[in-house]
């Protein structure tokens, strides 16, 4: 039987660990208090002597509990929970518990403090339920009024339709805003893509521009338009869509600049503005996941409420059972009385949402709805660790086959390593390199569900299809195992006296599989896991032209610890597409000067993209614009400035391993110093949270999730170690070929173990500041003007 401790640390929310009460510190005090008793009882029964079983025994025992009723009906109003009304911060009246002891406990001190802490908990929970509670009440009268609009215009659009085409539209159209449309019907392709919100003609569309209006809707510079025949001004609705892609973000600057056209009093505007209902799609769009959004955190407080409920009942059965009394009846009164647990309005919302989603956004399908505010988590399948041992037996077996091969053929010796090396290097050690992240995204997804980082959240991934560890191990050793078998294969053909250029193509056509595979459009092998990674690194590539979320910083970070890779992808595709694997003449893509020159543009791409994303971020929506500026954020060009600083390091290094002069080797040292420094701050202040003189745990941070601090002291030698890894660069040794590889990919491998263990910190501080700031639930902005943004 699991205990209650372990089954609430696994069950509670932890963005709100800090709001439930804080059964392990109060099961600790009843332990006080029993241990405090204990003298007490030993001197009282030091004269008692067992003599053995007696006939009796079972009548003493009825007697007993004879006595123990008594005394429970005598002693069931020894604790009185009182109530009174406090003012808050906000001078909001907030109900505050205080217990009074009768004079059985009044002389025990711990007692008193663990009805003084039990108060306290549950003041505290109280508390939080009703801000919360309060919170997400007023997110839906928000979305009541948002989704209101949303069906208000609908039918203004429809009736402007409906006149415009002689009423031959859709014959469904001008109800659509009380039919409960699914999401992003098309319509027919004959119309018009956009329709003029112009003024109304009819009496019915009056009532509908009147209720927008009084909703609260913006009607961009309605005083200064055109008029229409009747001389009422023409007008124009404004929605708010974030610029999420490019189209989008043209959209919105053209957008910008055509309002503060029309809004310049010295100017009139020809016409009004147009609705594209494409807007209006995306409207019900955002609508929709603010609904998700709003019922995932109503969920959460209706499962806050019942497991402090149970806490609180598990927590007074102890203290009974410690000083045999009945004093948890009275209590337990209590706290089934208090705000958290008689308050209903938490589960009427629900039932609302429910019912408002269905029949607005699922057309009336309640089992589809449920798919949305419901979804379901994956299950752990054994077939999945079964397959990565596998994998892993397999993959080792093959790589010593691999060994012995090697040594046989002799692959190795000074007359054909060079060749040998040259054409298979750069393809398999870029597989190697692949596999060796994905294995330390399996261990960071092991450690962060380990310490209860919620990774889905922070990363927006869908519970139902987020890649899990043993996933992760299992892309991981298929991919090796699949690469140590094409490594196995290409050997014995080489060594059997095949043509070097027809051996070759082995390794292209694993990596034309592994490219195929990737963009598969069947629903096979983590389709969605494939189809977000696509995603992610089109936002990278694009990054001025797509918002910018959490997991495109994340992955642009990956990128920069994978430079070696992007530099063998270099080598591949020329080796493959020069045809240079027919005339087996490697050398062919390193002399051209096309190929130097790409060489610092792959160097520079990942930084580049990466401080591209840090320079825009906060000016992708328009509407955040001008608060770079008014804010004069400089924590954004001082992170801009450690991607320029590890530009300049890396093109000094690529420069002085083809000019190795004292000159290039002074001005390597110089920047790489400084960028090393400035990285180095970055990871442990900024990124990870450390350095902290006043923390309670040494040049740490107060929060820590790890119970070991020596832990987080080893971390930072291990990453001011492996930062430094570009020494290597300015040292004077010349290897041979094999030697000079095998360097290069054992730096390149330590890299990107730096970036892993350098990954479970970063997610473990941002996780922390959602803690902190009690984020559990996403914050969706609402697309109609005039309205608060959600949340």
């Not at 990674?533 to 920069?560: E, G, H, W």
């Not at 000079?740 to 996780?767: D, K, M, P, Q, T």
Request: with cysteine; net charge positive; hydrophobic share 40%.
């Amino acid at each position: 039987m699991v205990k209650f401790s372990k089954e609430l640390e696994a069950q509670l929310i932890p963005e709100w660990k800090d709001a439930f009460v804080n059964y392990w510190q109060l099961k600790k005090h009843v332990k006080k208090i029993k241990l405090s008793r204990k003298p007490k009882h030993l001197s009282n029964t030091a004269t008692n002597y067992d003599f053995g079983r007696s006939i009796f025994d079972p009548v003493r025992a009825l007697a007993r509990k004879l006595a123990g009723d008594t005394a429970h009906v005598e002693t069931r109003e020894i604790i009185q929970v009182k109530s009174r009304v406090a003012t808050g911060d906000g001078e909001e009246e907030d109900e505050v518990y205080e217990t009074e002891l009768d004079q059985l406990f009044l002389k025990e001190h711990e007692v008193k403090v663990f009805f003084e802490m039990l108060d306290e908990e549950l003041n505290k929970v109280n508390h939080f339920y009703k801000s919360k509670e309060t919170e997400f009440l007023e997110r839906g009268e928000i979305l009541n009024k948002q989704l209101q609009i949303l069906l208000d215009l609908k039918r203004l659009v429809a009736d402007r339709r409906r006149k415009n085409f002689g009423g031959q539209t859709d014959g469904g159209s001008g109800l659509l805003s009380r039919s409960g449309s699914s999401l992003g019907r098309n319509s027919d392709s004959s119309e018009r893509d956009s329709e003029y919100c112009g003024s109304p003609t009819d009496s019915g569309t009056d009532e509908v521009v009147a209720a927008l209006e009084k909703n609260g809707i913006n009607f961009v510079n309605s005083a200064v338009r055109g008029k229409n025949k009747k001389g009422k001004p023409k007008m124009a609705m404004r929605i708010d869509i974030p610029a999420t892609t490019p189209t989008k973000t043209i959209a919105a600057v053209t957008s910008m600049l055509w309002e503060d056209i029309v809004n310049n009093p010295k100017k009139t505007a020809g016409g009004g503005e147009y609705i594209n209902r494409k807007k209006i799609q995306c409207a019900e769009k955002m609508i929709r996941g603010a609904f998700v959004e709003l019922y995932k955190g109503l969920g959460l407080l209706k499962t806050y409420s019942s497991l402090n409920m149970v806490a609180f009942t598990k927590i007074l059965k102890k203290f009974d059972k410690v000083t045999n009394q009945q004093a948890s009846a009275s209590y337990l009164r209590v706290v089934k009385r208090s705000h958290f647990i008689s308050s209903d309005k938490v589960v009427r919302n629900m039932d609302e949402v429910e019912s408002l989603f269905t029949q607005h956004f699922a057309n009336s399908d309640r089992k589809k709805a449920m798919k949305f505010l419901r979804p379901q988590q994956q299950k752990d399948s054994h077939m999945v660790t079964f397959f990565v041992g596998l994998f892993t037996g397999t993959f080792v077996t093959l790589f010593s086959v691999y060994a012995i091969l090697v040594h046989l053929s002799g692959m190795y010796t000074a007359g054909t390593e060079a060749t040998y090396i040259e054409t298979v290097y750069p393809i398999f050690s870029m597989f190697a390199l692949v596999s060796l992240h994905l294995f330390m995204y399996g261990c960071n997804l092991l450690m962060w569900k380990k310490t209860r980082i919620n990774y889905n959240f922070i990363f927006e991934f869908l519970p139902s299809t987020a890649l899990k560890y043993r996933d992760a191990f299992l892309i991981c050793t298929s991919l090796m195992t699949a690469v140590v078998g094409a490594m196995v294969v290409h050997l014995i053909l080489l060594a059997a006296g095949f043509s070097p250029h027809q051996v070759d193509i082995i390794p292209g056509i694993l990596l034309l599989s592994c490219v195929l595979l990737l963009i598969c459009p069947l629903n096979i092998f983590y389709r969605p896991t494939r189809f977000c990674f696509i995603r992610v690194i089109r936002n990278i590539l694009c990054s001025p032209f797509y918002k910018v979320l959490m997991v495109d910083f994340f992955m642009a970070d990956q990128l920069t610890s994978q430079i070696p890779l992007l530099r063998h992808m270099e080598s591949a595709a020329c080796y493959f597409l020069a045809g240079s694997f027919k005339t087996h003449r490697y050398e062919t893509c390193k002399s051209g000067k096309m190929y130097t020159e790409l060489a610092y543009v792959i160097s520079f791409a990942p930084y580049y993209w990466r401080a591209m994303q840090v320079s825009i971020y906060l000016s992708i929506d328009i509407r955040c614009a001008r608060r770079w500026f008014d804010e004069s954020n400089v924590d954004h060009l001082a992170n801009l400035g450690k991607y320029v600083s590890a530009m300049v390091a890396a093109g000094a290094r690529l420069t002085y391993a083809r000019q190795p002069t004292q000159a290039w080797m002074l001005v390597v040292l110089v920047t790489s110093v400084v960028a090393t420094l400035y990285q180095l701050y970055w990871d442990f202040v900024k990124d990870w949270g450390l350095l902290n003189a006043k923390s309670k745990n040494p040049w740490l941070r107060d929060d820590l999730l790890l119970k070991k601090r020596s832990i987080y002291y080893a971390s930072i030698g291990l990453n001011c170690v492996l930062r430094v890894a570009w020494v290597e660069a300015v040292m004077k040794y010349n290897p041979g070929v094999l030697e000079s590889r095998l360097i290069a990919f054992l730096l390149a491998s330590l890299e990107v173990i730096r970036r892993g263990h350098w990954n479970y910190y970063r997610l473990e501080n941002e996780h922390l500041n959602n803690v902190g700031k009690y984020r559990a639930v996403k914050t969706v902005p609402l697309p109609f003007s005039g309205m608060d943004s959600d949340g």
